[in-house]
């Protein structure tokens, strides 16, 4: 449906679009439930895990760019893959919702709460 669209489709290819996104997100949490699992989404916008530093906590004094493969936080001088050092700022994030400090009010799932990911269902 969004193959060649003009430009008076353009409002419709995006509403398309998060429809497909929303559907997927949906679709995903009720395997999880199904399975027994857990399911949580992380405000990305607000916690920007790319830009983030995991040890400090603080966002840098300039934007880094997609080509910015590297991470060196210019606060603590930690330095990682990008890609690891936001797995790990929305890893801490998830375990500070989980500790409570954002107020959620939900308990920490067993593999959390045994300090192992080894309990996790496959």
């Known amino acids: 449906m969004v193959h060649n669209g003009r430009v008076h489709k353009k409002g419709l290819d ?7 996104a929303a559907t997927f997100l949906k679709m995903i949490r009720a395997k999880a439930e199904e399975a027994g699992s857990w399911y949580e989404e992380a405000p990305t916008w607000e916690i920007k895990p ?12 300039e934007k880094k760019t997609l080509s910015d493969r590297e991470y060196q936080c210019p606060h603590c001088s930690v ?17 500070m919702r989980l500790a409570g400090s954002s107020g959620s009010g939900r308990e920490a799932p067993e593999m959390w709460s045994s300090g192992s990911f080894a309990a996790m269902k496959r």
């Open 14 to 20: 995006r509403e398309i679009h998060a429809a497909v």
């Open 79 to 95: 330095t990682c893959d990008r890609d690891e050092n936001a797995a790990l700022v929305l890893l801490r994030w998830l375990e």
């Open 50 to 61: 790319t830009q983030r530093s995991h040890m400090c906590w603080k966002l840098p004094d």
